[in-house]
Nanobody, 123 residues
Framework: QVQLVESGGGLVQAGGSLRLSCAAS????????MGWFRQAPGKEREFVAAIKWRGGITSYADSVKGRFTISKDNTKNTVYLQMNGLLPEDTAVYYC????????????????WGQGTQVTVSS
C-alpha cells in the first residue's frame, strides 16, 4: 500500500500561487493514479484534480480549471498541484489520494490518503 505525505501549504494573498507536493513511498507508485482533494471548514471533502499513472490524462473540478495544474513525476515518486490565481474560497486542507482505479481515485473511496496540508488565501 502506498503511503502519502503532502507539503507546500501556507498562507498566500488572493491572486497568488502555491505548489503542493505529495511524496509517496512504495515501489509501485508509478502504477497508481493520483488525486488531490480539499476540505474547507464545515464543508465536505471535495475533488480537485487527478492524473492517470502515466501522467498523460488529467481531470479537474470546474472550480479550479484554468487555475490549477496537476503533474506527476514517477522518477521522484511525487505528484504536484500548481495553484495559480488563488481565491479566498480555495482556503482548505488539501489532501493527496492514490488508487489503481481511475474512476475511484476521483472519489472519496480512493484507497490511500495523506494527512493533509493547510492552504489559506487571504483577501
Amino acid at each position: 500500500q502506498v503511503q502519502l505525505v503532502e507539503s507546500g501549504g501556507g498562507l498566500v494573498q488572493a491572486g497568488g500561487s502555491l505548489r503542493l507536493s505529495c511524496a509517496a513511498s512504495g515501489p509501485t507508485f508509478s502504477s497508481y493514479h493520483m488525486g488531490w482533494f480539499r476540505q474547507a471548514p464545515g464543508k465536505e471533502r471535495e475533488f480537485v484534480a487527478a492524473i492517470k499513472w502515466r501522467g498523460g490524462i488529467t481531470s479537474y473540478a470546474d472550480s479550479v480549471k484554468g487555475r490549477f495544474t496537476i503533474s506527476k513525476d514517477n522518477t521522484k515518486n511525487t505528484v504536484y498541484l500548481q495553484m495559480n490565481g488563488l481565491l479566498p474560497e480555495d482556503t482548505a486542507v488539501y489532501y493527496c489520494a492514490a488508487d489503481r482505479v481511475w474512476t475511484t481515485v476521483r472519489t472519496l473511496y480512493a484507497g490511500a490518503w495523506g494527512q493533509g496540508t493547510q492552504v489559506t488565501v487571504s483577501s
